[in-house]
């Protein structure tokens, strides 16, 4: 196997065929495998290694359990019939934290199942849908299978990008690039995801220079550096809440008129809402603080005061291009006698679907209606994987599936996260029958 990176793991005994979805979702949810906000080293670990001994146990010829980036990565390959097709599956085994545990009424590392329901942190994001998919994998034996297991997916997949330039020659002869993080339709129906937004995050700090005011004898008249924060990024949006920030606003592709990307006819108003959740760039004040934020300084005019701004991009757009669009918007906005620092980190890549008449997306959707009765729902989704648009770069000719069987009731990243085993057992039975039809 082409790729190679630090810290090869130990694999646990291979159990997979003996198991069933119920009891190895179960088991992954256990594993507090959290990667935000304070990473558990000890339970991403753990998870990498029981995703490498299911991978074994499933037949992978090669397994790799390794460090990318300072995080787990789990990578895997099952060679089928010469000849025969080659999917690549993607998901991620990290979760965000559980947040207070007063919320949850169970313990959320536990796996707790409710009747056909199953209680756990990734139950939905993204656990459950990698069990189904792991499951449908093992009983497709004819075909070429390859496996990328992230375990830094919910902090943007810092070491991704130079693993998949190590496996760019690996990648070659992958047709589909199969990834089960996106969400279904609300009553259930799976769904192909046909474009996401890119994702930076810019940080803005502004300094008064000078020595420190008195509220009452220089207040008003020197520069108060929490209030140029504050009409920097007001300015960023205008009164209907548009974005004012040129060369950001206007670079999107309109839905249709009536909504029809997601089957529903749509008032303007509407339609309007739902373009700003899906197809246009966004602008989120996602922190605002005065000072150094470690100590509080009463009458004093601010010297110092910083935001954090989450800049969703949408295909067109790179993180550094509209991170440089911001930047000179603020800098033009600027008072005089007030410095500013922008920085921003790497961030991810918007992507969208080459089209719906693929050979994948065919199979995918002539499974979903032997199972469902009905064809996918196709939809626009203003979230952010970053490995999709990675994926698509290092295997330019694989047809990507944003297959989405989770939800949206399920709570994922809240309390009391669930899943639907019913809707599970579905999905794998989807994703077996999809593979065999390619």
């Known amino acids: 196997m082409t790729p190679s990176w630090s810290g090869r793991g130990r694999l646990l005994p291979g159990t997979f065929a003996g198991s069933g979805l119920t009891r190895d979702l179960a088991e992954l949810l256990a594993i507090p495998s959290v990667s935000t906000p304070v990473p558990n080293r000890a339970g991403l670990a753990r998870a990498a290694s029981w995703l490498g001994g299911r991978l074994a146990g499933m037949g992978c010829q090669k397994v790799q359990v390794g460090v990318s980036g300072g995080f787990p990565v789990v990578v895997a390959e099952r060679r089928g019939t010469p000849g025969a097709p080659t999917i690549l599956c993607y998901g991620h085994f990290d979760v965000v934290g559980a947040g207070t545990r007063s919320a949850w009424s169970c313990p959320p590392f536990a796996g707790t199942r409710r009747g056909s329901r199953m209680v756990g942190r990734g139950a939905s994001d993204d656990k459950g849908p990698l069990i189904a998919q792991l499951r449908a994998a093992a009983a497709v034996r004819d075909l070429t299978w390859k496996f990328i297991y992230d375990g830094s997916e919910e902090i943007g997949s810092?070491?991704?990008?130079?693993?998949?330039d190590q496996a760019g020659r690996w990648l070659r002869d992958v047709g589909t690039i199969l990834v089960c993080d996106t969400e279904a339709a609300a009553d259930g129906t799976p769904t192909l995801t046909v474009s996401i937004r890119g994702q930076v995050t810019v940080?803005?700090?502004?300094?008064?220079?000078?020595?420190?005011?008195?509220?009452?004898?220089?207040?008003?008249?020197v520069p108060d550096a929490a209030l140029v924060v504050a009409r920097l990024v007001a300015s960023l949006h205008g009164p209907d809440g548009e974005i004012q920030?040129?060369?950001l606003r206007d670079a999107y592709e309109p839905l249709p008129a009536l909504g029809a990307s997601v089957g529903l006819p749509l008032s303007p108003k509407r339609l309007r809402a739902l373009e700003r959740v899906t197809v246009r760039p966004a602008v989120t004040v996602t922190e605002l603080g005065v000072g150094d934020g470690r100590s509080r300084q009463g009458g004093v005019v601010p010297a110092d005061a910083r935001a954090v701004l989450d800049v969703r991009l949408v295909p067109g757009q790179g993180p550094g291009e509209a991170a440089g669009y911001i930047a000179r918007h603020l800098a033009a906005s600027l008072p005089a006698g007030v410095r500013i620092r922008i920085r921003r980190n790497h961030g991810s890549w918007p992507w969208r679907s080459r089209g719906p008449g693929g050979d994948a997306v065919e199979a995918f959707s002539e499974a979903v209606r032997g199972i469902w009765g009905v064809p996918p729902a196709m939809v626009r989704s203003g979230g952010t994987i970053p490995a999709v648009a990675l994926l698509s770069r290092?295997?330019?000719?694989?047809?990507?599936?944003?297959?989405?069987?989770?939800?949206?009731?399920?709570?994922?990243?809240?309390p009391d996260e669930?899943?639907?085993?019913?809707?599970?057992?579905?999905?794998?039975?989807?994703?077996?029958?999809f593979a065999r039809a390619l």
Do not use: W
């Open 245 to 247: 920030v040129a060369g």
């Open 203 to 221: 940080e803005v700090a502004v300094h008064r220079p000078g020595p420190v005011a008195h509220t009452g004898r220089h207040g008003g008249a």
């Open 394 to 414: 290092v295997a330019p000719e694989a047809e990507v599936l944003l297959a989405g069987f989770s939800v949206p009731g399920n709570n994922a990243h809240g």
């Open 418 to 433: 669930t899943a639907d085993l019913m809707q599970l057992q579905k999905a794998q039975r989807v994703i077996t029958g």
């Open 158 to 164: 810092p070491g991704l990008p130079a693993l998949l």
